[in-house]
């Protein structure tokens, strides 16, 4: 059984063909000029199969060149062409053809994503990423092992620690240890960092004490009173980082219910 062109449309790439009035297919311009289609032609069904096939490759190999632009692992670029529509065959097969052109290199991908991420991602986080793109395990480790996780997170967890200048230093050590956990660094590394950043810097802390005594009594001391209110009130500022020994002199400085 034969396919009959029935009608063309020129479009801004290729060609829209029509045939046997129901079959429509998006003809990239090498294959209409191969198969020399147009109104009337009649093609067997055989090469009618293996035209759309040819299609196929050009059309999904044009789209992976241009995903290419930006750099992908095979496994990226292998589940962008099948949610594309490509057969998973044919798209497996591309994949084998950009890699071995060097298109692909999950080697060369892994160990530029580790050195633009390494400041912002620990190793736990990365290697989670880096999974979830399909690269092998190994590759991951061997670029990993070459940075040096003492030596950025020193950096990183001075830059935290001292931008919590609202927080008092229990609250700023806890807020810096939380958040470069969660962004997968080791935490035996960042709480031995914390350590000396406590000794390195200390804090005055007696500023912002007063300041959240006052913003806490007004907030307060028309809800509650007398001895509910001041148990309230060193509750608040004990959670908040403030040591208890600071927190009874400051109702004593403020001669509030002491």
Do not use: W
Request: proline letters at 2%; aromatic letters at 12%.
């Amino acid at each position: 059984m034969s396919k009959l062109v029935t009608d063309i449309k020129k479009l801004k790439s290729g060609y829209k063909v029509t045939f046997d009035d129901e079959f429509i297919s998006n003809i990239e311009l090498d294959i209409f000029i191969k198969y020399r289609l147009k109104p009337g032609i009649s093609l067997e069904k055989d090469v009618y199969y293996e035209m759309l096939k040819e299609n196929d490759k050009i059309y999904y190999t044009k789209l992976g060149v241009l995903k290419l632009k930006r750099m992908q692992t095979k496994k990226e670029l292998l589940d962008y062409l099948v949610d594309k529509g490509c057969n998973y065959h044919l798209a497996q097969e591309l994949v084998s053809g950009f890699e071995k052109r060097r298109y692909i290199n999950d080697d060369e991908y892994t160990r530029l994503y580790i050195e633009m991420k390494k400041h912002l991602q620990g190793p736990k986080l990365i290697t989670s990423k880096l999974l979830k793109k399909g690269v092998d395990q190994d590759i991951i480790k061997k670029y990993l092992s070459q940075i040096d996780e003492y030596e950025i997170l020193s950096v990183l967890v001075k830059k935290k620690y001292t931008a919590y200048k609202q927080k008092t230093q229990k609250q700023a050590l806890i807020s810096t240890r939380n958040h470069l956990i969660t962004k997968g660094y080791k935490r035996e590394i960042i709480d031995s960092i914390l350590i000396h950043m406590k000794q390195e810097f200390p804090r005055d802390e007696q500023p912002l004490l007063e300041k959240t005594f006052d913003k806490l009594y007004d907030k307060y001391k028309d809800k509650k009173q007398g001895y509910e209110l001041k148990a309230f009130l060193k509750q608040k500022l004990y959670q908040k980082g403030f040591e208890m020994n600071d927190i009874e002199a400051i109702f004593i400085q403020k001669n509030v219910l002491s």
